[in-house]
């Protein structure tokens, strides 16, 4: 089991650090972890955000875990240079294309979410958001026009085969929960969201055992926090799977508690390959403080083992160890706590 592990920026090697403590007390059969520079920290050490010989690392594991990446320093950088070329080069370089991101309520945050209690209760949903295509990878610049004004612009588009391959990850991932499918798109305005919706319900007749519904991305932001409770699984594109996730981390309580996987087409010896991280940044503004909650990483990892190791079992583990940790009150700055991240990683080791 070879787990790449790349830390990045800000507090990205503090939680990542969290996450491996928790799988080497696993006691897993053949785990073996290597490092790996990524962001802004391979930028100032190699001259690369994603040095080939990370890239040459990842394509070498069977998973990566991986941190977040970002900083100040790089602002002014040209784009491809960037930290956050880091990991948009891992999920395209890897066709790791479909992005899972629970949010669900633990028991005993209700109180945190940015939602009244009696609707942070009723949240149980899963973002399926398109990771390879969008206006992220389209072509984009910036000029002069004729008259003399500067000009950014940046291409939204989606192939046909971008948005079947990503509709059937999310029936599929819909099957496994309540069946009700919910595409996000603004087909009203783009015809990039035509196009998706177009084959979502072409798609959908492969799974006429799921209920599909279609929204518009800003009356759906406005659901999500009047009702959220309605959605199971939310299928939507790059940007707006994004930005809706975000929103989401706020009803659950914190930004620190929501992870992801990020997967392909490609399979390993034990399961799906994939990339496993937070949704958050590398949180300049606590970087290097111990103060950042490392659940959200630890999460991640419970979803490699899932996913990329078919381990239900130690991620189940995993799950119930942060879960108790919450119910028992273990708190960081994020939740209205004191508790900083090596000490939350002990109260989840412990519970273990
Ligand atoms: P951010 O997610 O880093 O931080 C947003 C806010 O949430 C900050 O106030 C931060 O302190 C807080 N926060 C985030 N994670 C937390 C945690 N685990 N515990 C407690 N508080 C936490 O978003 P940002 O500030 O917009 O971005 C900072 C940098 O991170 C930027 O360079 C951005 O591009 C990058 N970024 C990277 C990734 C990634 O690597 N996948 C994801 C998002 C942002
Ligand atoms: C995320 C981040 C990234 C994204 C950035 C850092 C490229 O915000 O993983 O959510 O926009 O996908
Ligand atoms: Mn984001």
């Known amino acids: 089991m070879k787990i790449a592990v790349f830390p990045g920026d800000g507090i990205g090697s503090e939680v990542t650090r969290e996450a491996v403590r928790v799988l080497e007390a ?39 875990l ?23 080069g891992l999920r395209s370089e890897l066709g790791l294309f479909s992005n899972l991101r629970p949010a669900t309520v633990f028991a005993g945050l209700e109180d945190m979410s940015g939602l009244r209690p009696e609707l942070a209760r009723t949240i149980d949903m899963l973002i399926v958001r398109e990771l390879n295509g969008d206006v992220y990878f389209g072509d984009k610049g910036m000029r002069t026009t004729a008259d003399g ?3 950014g612009w940046d291409m939204m588009s989606y192939s046909e085969s971008e948005v079947r391959r990503i509709a059937n990850s999310g029936f599929q991932a819909a099957r496994k929960r309540s069946s009700r499918l919910c595409s996000v798109d603004k087909a009203n305005v783009l015809e990039t969201s035509q196009l998706w919706r177009d084959v979502v319900i072409e798609t959908a007749a492969e799974y006429p055992d799921v209920e599909l519904s279609h929204l518009y991305v800003d009356n759906a932001a406005m659901q999500l926090v009047k009702d ?10 790059n940007l707006f799977g994004d930005i809706l996730s975000d929103l989401a981390s706020m009803c659950v309580g914190s930004i620190g508690l929501l992870a992801s996987a990020s997967l392909g087409e490609r399979e390993t010896d034990f399961g799906t390959f994939g990339l496993y991280e937070p949704i958050h940044g590398s949180a300049p503004d606590i970087a290097g403080q111990g103060k950042a909650n490392p659940m959200a990483t630890i999460l991640s990892a419970a979803m490699m083992l899932r996913h990329s190791f078919g381990d239900e079992a130690q991620a189940a583990r995993i799950e119930a160890a942060v879960a108790m940790a919450l119910a028992d009150g273990i708190r960081g700055g994020d939740l209205g706590g004191k ?3 090596s000490a939350i990683g002990d109260a989840v080791l412990e519970r273990l």
């Open 339 to 341: 508790l900083g991240t």
């Open 228 to 237: 959220p409770g309605q959605f199971d699984v939310i299928l939507t594109g």
């Open 26 to 64: 696993l006691d897993l059969p053949g785990l073996t972890l290597f490092e790996g520079d990524v962001g802004a920290i391979a930028y100032h050490r190699h001259g690369h955000p994603l040095p080939q010989e990370t890239l040459a690392m990842a394509k070498a594991a069977d998973a990566i």
């Open 149 to 151: 004004q500067r000009e």
């Open 66 to 88: 991986f941190g977040a990446v970002g900083d100040p320093s790089c602002d002014n950088l040209e784009r491809h240079l960037r930290p956050e070329q880091a990991v948009l």
